[in-house]
């Protein structure tokens, strides 16, 4: 929301109360209350007929401080999100003649006394940012005052759904010079959120909008710190767009909440921040394989389905997943979970076969319940539906005619909706795809009476969660996954997320990218997205391209719109091919499953720490100025360096940070930093490996789910590093794992092992030595 005409003015219709002044500042208990009215204090008579800003300082765990500002503090709060790492009275606390200060951890908040009202956040001795005059404050909006121009969304209403508050509270912190703002949540246009103006606001809008799926009211930047705005509700962002200095965040009503979260690094401030609203929870090895779909308006039966299996075994593509969607139900009766019963007349004993291929089984779900639906009476009766303001259930027919919501905050709700998953998982199904959950509307009423404004960003939420708890149920902790399309806050809890509705173009595939290192900066650990686009049938060249750049994600998806996504469809058997799209898909299936205990290893961290799989430059180089606005290369884990190809013609540009690097694929050696300029066949890619790594490699190319310990490769990569090293590479089947030590005495290089399981063991281009007494030493 814009709420100023320039710098000295407001808009028309809108008065500001701004904090001019820390009037009183004093400790209540574990934090820190300043009293800030909205002029300053000259005489008695000024304190009378004034608005005053009451602003609270707390911290709920070190590194982080929670800022609350309040207009009136009766008003009633909102619930905010889930802040499941948070501990009570985590800060220290001292007011004195030169203001107030909460510390927490390296992380200092300070209040200075009289005006300018001004709050500073500190750490290592240095200002990290700061709100200074007119950065707090609560605007009064006349009926009309023109605060924003909001594009039109689903039928014709504005992005939020909402019409303009009467009131709105926002907050601004400064930007340095050089100051850059990632994040907000899985945004397809520049990386770079500086000069945007975001709205907080889930929306089917596919990839090439500046709406979003997964919206997420968190940044940070690349100044140590990032900023959580505690509000499940639409907030508003101005990035330098209303005062160019600064950040700006309004929420409509009387307060607004926000945590400055500290790193010094991008890497530590996703630490704390996942440490705060929840870790990724472990998913299982099978999920990193391929996984193909039905697609979606296809026309497919077990017939179908055997065929592409079929035909990828024969063409030795090794496959993962298979996912049936929307069509595995009748048409109008999404979701009613029943087999269409003219197309699978026989489910259990069809899932039974699948899985004696070898195969996990995925299906497609949405929280809509159609009134075709046998299941949309029951559900009505038993009060499961979001109802309107006159108890009538909610309904349209935009995607399923009549389909009606169900209400997660309804306990009964919730139970009822996993029972009809376990009859699913019962018949043989593996993994739930969630989509859909963005369409939530305004005008209706909560079972626990929750706020519609709020409710539509938190829906996704309650949703995924409803799902993976019985996914966890039935198959257990670290053998769920989702493929899952909305999130907010806490949504990284419940992997896997894909990337929505995309198109079959170099373009797409670019704005696929930026979404997902946008999601990554967001707190979001996997990510996948539709390999060769969703809509449209892709290029062949383009469709070869994207397999590269999907098999060197986080999770790998063959799946499309109006057509299928079998590789054979695309070029085989044109004498014209060269490369065709089974030869590439067969390259980089094999390659990602060989790199399965470095991968896997990669998605522990992210359980572990909330370091994404899949990570931005400026992730692991914040120091080089040179990474800060790249967004068509990023790193696998911390190791692997990945420059897609988003050209036919196979040129790529692309940057290498300094150290030694050497190239995965060829073994080529080169030194940076340095941009390169290369052109790539179809079954090549930039991938390089960070100087001084240790990469554990497979023994196996055909599928991701084995024992990652029997016959492991050890390969120790040039560059600088310490004397000695240490490598953990799991078992994912039995869950444990065995340590590797990497020692280096003059010249040589030795191995050990704490298992008596056989290794091999090499130097980056050397011979391969087997391991003899739990030890190899290489030269």
Partial sequence: MKFTDGFWHTRPGVTAFYAQEAYDIEQVGAALRISAPTKVIERRGDV?????????????LDGIVKVRIDQHTGTKAGPGFDLVGAEPDAGDIVVDA?????????????????????????ADGKTLTESGHKSIGHMQLAPGAPISAEPTGVSGVTTTGLAPAASYTHAQLSLGVGELVYGLGERFGPLIKNGQTIDIWNADGGTSSEQSYKNVPFYLTNRGYGVLVNHPEHVSYEVGTEAVERVQFSVAGPAIEYLVIYGPTPKEVLERYTRLTGRPA?????????????????????????????????????????HFDCFWMREFNWTDFEWD???????EGMLARLHEKNLHVSAWINPYIAQRAGIFAEAAAAGYLVKKANGDVWQWDLWQAGMALVDFTNPGAVTWFQDKLRGLFAQGVDAIKTDFGERIPTDVVWHDGSSPAGMHNLYAQ???????????????????????????????????????????????????????????????????????????MPDPAVFKRWLAFGLLSSHSRLHGSTSYRVPWLFDEGREDAGQSAVDVTRVFTKLKLSLMPYLYQVGLEAHAVGAPFMRPMQLEFPDDPAVDYLDRQYLLGADLLVAPVFSESGDVQYYLPAGTWTNYLTGEVTTGPLWRRETHAFDSIPLWVRGGAVLATGARDDRPDYDYTVQTLITVYPGECADTRTLEVANPLAG???????????????VTSDSNAPFRARLAGGDISASSDRKATLR
Avoid at 341 to 347: L, S
């Fill in 48 to 60: 009378l007929n004034r608005a005053m800003l009451t602003v609270t300082l707390s911290s709920p």
């Fill in 98 to 122: 030169t203001g107030g200060t909460l510390t927490a951890g390296a992380l200092t908040a300070r209040v200075s006394p009289g005006a300018p009202f001004n709050l500073t956040f500190e």
């Fill in 282 to 322: 472990r998913v299982p090895a099978w999920s990193y394989g391929l996984w193909l779909s039905t697609s979606f308006t296809t026309q497919y039966d077990e017939a179908t389905v055997n065929s592409f299996i079929d035909g990828m075994a024969e063409r030795d593509l090794p496959l993962s997943v298979f």
């Fill in 341 to 347: 019963p003219r197309v699978f007349p026989d489910p």
């Fill in 462 to 536: 309650l949703y995924n969660k409803a799902v993976f708890e019985v996914l966890q149920e039935h198959r257990g902790e670290g053998d769920a996954v989702l493929f899952a399309r909305s999130a907010t806050v806490g949504g990284q809890m419940q992997p896997v997320h894909w990337g929505g509705d995309n198109s079959s173009s170099y373009e797409s595939m670019a704005e696929t990218l930026r979404g997902g290192l946008s999601l990554a900066f967001s707190g979001f650990g996997y990510w996948s997205h539709d390999i060769g686009g969703f809509e449209g």
């Fill in 736 to 750: 444990s794992s065995v340590t590797f030590t990497i020692t280096v005495s003059g010249a040589d290089t030795v």
